[in-house]
């Protein structure tokens, strides 16, 4: 299967799936789209069903992925998925209560969402370097403000023609983040912390990837820079197939029948896990609605309700972080899918100028056929927290407590009968304080504290990536100038 950008569509050259997942951007500054959407067959989910995670992944990647065997991508997945990285299953749905399950996405290693990709798509660029006839090893370079680099790392780590390189701001990412990176474990990891601001890093890294010098510099040392971008179609495709997964786990435990109709709300930032989900309904899951819930950054919520785009607004910290973002980058994917290259062109060059755009009536209409959104404030957020533990036991994270909220409203308003998928996307550890203060309306003064004292309050159990994460050996401690990362970047690729 061929792969195209979305601003030029089959007006452009074809890539494969490894060319695709090794460039991450196509040289038009559009994001790779396969050149169509395979269906799922008659009986598929019912066989799928009888399958371990990773074979369904293996099996579902296949129909995208077509120049990697079914072999290479079981090997794979087995790795990225297995028992002692995914601890208590890769992907599982626990009912909530009422009509509501949970997707839990956060059994793996950082205890967040991100690991569900980027414990496989580094596998995946291996091969691609492989399979392109790449020799030089690749330097993958990350400014994080503090998750992605983690999960980055770990994804990483330790595998072969790639090295790791990660750039924080000192003062700029919290006491938990900053030790589990630098505790990192992995033979071909770096981890940096720079004088700055998060924005010093960020501009950083950029200046070190325009540099014409360093890439030839880099060249000569055999190696050459690569990104952990989520707009990577190589961190999408393995996003496709946990809704597939989800659904068949439904079915199996009684929870609906094989065609039932369910809908999905999703957590929502850069519209890469929602968009995954519209894949999988493309394919012929069966989901109904997909609700995309925001925090107080609702900027989709507004698209979803006018057709218009616009990002001219104040940004706003909340305690879901991992959603405040006023560009969501794989809404290009939607828009390519359903109105095709020129209008998407036309939209991302207005995104640029003028920081918003509005799409055709036609196209509004076909994505108000599937997509509904909302929001929820902080207070709504904290509400349906503290509700969702006391009503039914069930703890969850900042995240995944904006979309029930929004789940439980669009239930009321659209009343509708089918089951609700509400997505997951961290563990209640990883945001420990917030979760305590909305359960117990009372603010823990340390972050690490707030881990056992949310433990000891709900006697439930420490997601296994931060437990005794004070007591790890620390690798990683050097600051430097933020003038020196060029010379920190030569450095470690020698
Ligand atoms: C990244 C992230 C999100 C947002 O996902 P997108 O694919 O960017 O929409 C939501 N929750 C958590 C915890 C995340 O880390």
């Known amino acids: 299967m061929n792969y195209f950008s979305t601003r030029s569509g089959k007006n452009g050259s074809p ?28 009986g598929d989910i019912e066989r799928l069903s009888k399958l371990d995670y990773p074979h369904r992944a293996a099996e579902i990647l296949g129909k995208f992925l077509t120049d990697y065997t079914y072999d290479e991508l079981l090997e794979d997945a087995e790795t990225a998925y297995s028992p002692d990285r995914f601890v208590g299953g890769a992907a599982p ?68 023609q790639i090295k790791i390189q990660v750039f924080y701001p000192q003062n700029g ?37 325009a540099d014409k010098q360093i890439a030839e510099n880099l ?26 997964s989800a659904y068949c786990d439904m079915v199996s435990s009684g929870a609906i029948s094989c ?16 968009f995954a989900g519209y894949i999988a309904r493309r394919m012929g899951l069966p989901i109904g609605r997909l609700v995309c819930a925001s925090n107080c950054n609702n900027v989709l919520t507004d698209f979803l309700e006018s057709g ?8 706003h910290t909340t305690m879901s972080p991992s959603m405040d973002i006023l560009i969501s980058s794989n809404l290009e994917r939607l828009l390519y899918t359903v109105a095709g290259h ?35 404030t902080e207070e709504q957020t904290a509400a349906a927290i503290k509700s969702t533990w006391e009503n039914y036991g069930y703890l969850m994270d900042t995240h995944t407590g904006v979309a029930y909220s929004c789940a439980e409203r669009y239930s009321k308003e659209s009343g509708t009968q089918n089951k609700i998928l509400v997505v997951s996307t ?39 990536p931060l437990r005794d994460i004070g007591k790890r050996a620390v690798r990683f401690e050097r600051v430097i100038d933020k003038c020196d990362m060029e010379k920190v970047v030569l450095d470690f690729a020698k």
């Open 15 to 42: 890539v494969t799936a490894a060319q695709a997942i090794k460039q991450g951007l196509a040289d038009d500054g559009g994001l790779f789209m396969p050149e169509g959407i395979p269906s799922l067959q008659d």
């Open 93 to 160: 749905v626990r009912h909530i209560g009422g009509n509501f399950y949970s997707l839990e996405l956060w059994h793996g290693p950082t205890a967040a969402f991100k690991d569900m990709a980027l414990q496989i798509m580094p596998r995946l660029l291996s091969r691609a370097l492989k399979k392109t006839g790449e020799e030089r090893t690749a330097t993958i370079l990350v400014a994080t403000s503090g998750d992605t680099g983690k999960a980055a790392l770990e994804g990483y780590r330790d595998v072969e």
């Open 342 to 376: 020129e209008e998407t062109a036309r939209c991302m060059a207005e995104l640029n100028t003028k920081g918003e755009y509005t799409v055709s009536g036609a196209t509004f209409e076909a994505i108000k056929d599937v997509f509904c959104g909302g929001y929820s």
């Open 308 to 315: 218009k785009y616009d990002r001219n607004r104040a940004f």
């Open 426 to 464: 961290a563990s209640a550890y990883k945001f420990a304080a917030d979760v305590y203060e909305s359960i117990y309306d009372e603010k823990p003064e340390d972050a690490l504290a707030a881990v056992d004292m949310l433990s000891d309050k709900t006697n439930t159990e420490i997601a296994y």
């Open 219 to 244: 060249n000569e040392r055999g190696c050459f820079l690569s990104s952990a971008n989520s707009i990577n179609w190589g961190r999408l495709a393995p996003q496709i197939v946990y809704y597939i």
């Open 259 to 274: 065609g039932d109709v369910i809908d999905v709300c999703v957590p929502t930032g850069n519209f890469g896990n929602i």
């Open 173 to 209: 990412v919290s006491r938990v983040q900053k030790l589990q990176m630098a505790t990192q474990l992995g033979e071909n990891v770096d981890v940096c912390a720079i004088e700055g601001n998060f924005d010093d890093a960020q501009t950083g890294v950029k200046r070190i990837f």
